[in-house]
């Protein structure tokens, strides 16, 4: 089955451009306030940020229709904002708060919305991967044309039941995109270490599951690499395997010290390789937007951010009834 590397960009309009430049700002300030956050003891648990890897879902979003589904892993922040959950819940959600998604009570690694077609984060290793083959059948069942992406890490990669997924995906020609986030370390282990294959998107040829490997460093080159993969699936063709190259600029998570790269090696990443850096340098040699018009986009995003810790801070503790509610779905 034909794999490949691709270099591709899609033509953009000045509009498109600014809007993945706010998306992935958002993220990272978002990301940013929610360590201040948990360094202030207002978010409890593990807390896994995004920063650095913002491209990776901004892009596929930009490939997405409305109805299409996503279901990620524990790192899960950035997802809930690129697909529009709304900033003030994300973070009350963060702080174990009524006013968040799931009221509260799945904090950072459980979140959900019905509305935004977002299936959660989930906290054991790889579990979400065959749970987004069940949301992929229910789209096939349904003749609806609907596409969903099933988000986990390299270290994931290796797991069983990942390759269990895969054999019924492709038994069963799915509409699903199996999307490795290849951060490179897993929870602090490199890639090179723990894995005997190079290129992790390859993992699908032994069943059929054609893929590539993308840039995940550069949003335009993830939104090409999402147009191919959904083409692919609404076409009936089956699951597609996208493997993309990121890095995270932080632990782990908050509570992992990352001794096993160097400082340096996190240095040279933000400096030459920025996922947001690289948007901001094409709008301005582009023209498409000034300094100023960069600098009042960072004000208006900062806004948003502190309104919605302000949000989090104000809003109750759920009451100890909250336990016995959402147990059970709903008769339909």
């Known amino acids: 089955m034909a794999t490949r590397k691709t270099t591709a960009r899609p033509n953009v309009s000045a509009e498109e451009l600014l809007s993945y430049y706010r998306d992935m700002l958002l993220i990272r300030r978002f990301e940013e ?70 009221k509260g009570k799945g904090g950072s690694m459980h979140m959900f919305s019905r509305e935004k077609h977002f299936y959660g984060g989930h906290g054991i290793v790889g579990a979400q991967v065959p749970l987004g083959a069940g949301l992929a059948f229910a789209d096939k069942y349904k003749d609806n044309g609907r596409v969903t992406f099933t988000y986990f890490g390299d270290g994931a990669a290796n797991q069983g039941q990942v390759y269990e997924t895969f054999n019924m995906a492709a038994l069963w020609s799915l509409p699903v995109v199996f999307v490795i986030e290849n951060n490179q370390y ?19 040829t032994a069943f059929g599951i054609p893929g590539e490997i993308v840039d995940g460093m550069d949003v335009l080159a993830v939104k090409a690499a999402g147009e191919t993969a959904v083409k692919h699936c609404r ?6 395997i996208l493997e ?46 000034s300094e100023e018009d960069l600098k009042g986009i960072d004000k208006e995003i900062k806004k948003i951010v502190n309104d919605s810790a302000d949000f989090a801070r104000e809003s109750p503790e759920p009451d100890l009834d909250e336990l016995w509610t959402d147990i059970y779905a709903e008769a339909q």
């Open 33 to 102: 306030k929610a360590g201040q956050l948990y360094g202030m003891g207002l978010i409890g648990g593990f807390c896994h940020l995004y920063i650095g890897q913002e491209a990776v879902v901004v892009g596929l979003e930009a490939a997405c229709e409305e109805g299409d589904k996503r279901i990620t892993s524990y790192r899960d922040h950035g997802h809930m904002l690129a697909c529009g959950m709304d900033p003030n819940g994300v973070m009350a959600e963060l702080t174990g708060r009524i006013g968040g998604y799931s």
């Open 186 to 204: 897993a929870m602090g282990t490199a890639q090179k270490r723990s894995t005997s294959t190079p290129e992790l998107y390859t993992r699908g």
């Open 235 to 240: 076409a009936g063709k089956g699951p597609y």
């Open 244 to 289: 993309i190259k990121t890095y995270r600029y932080r632990g782990h998570s908050m509570s992992d010290p990352a001794k096993y790269r160097t400082r340096e090696e996190v240095q040279k990443m933000r400096e030459e390789r920025d996922p947001i850096d690289h948007v901001r340098e094409l709008l301005l040699q582009g023209k498409h937007a």
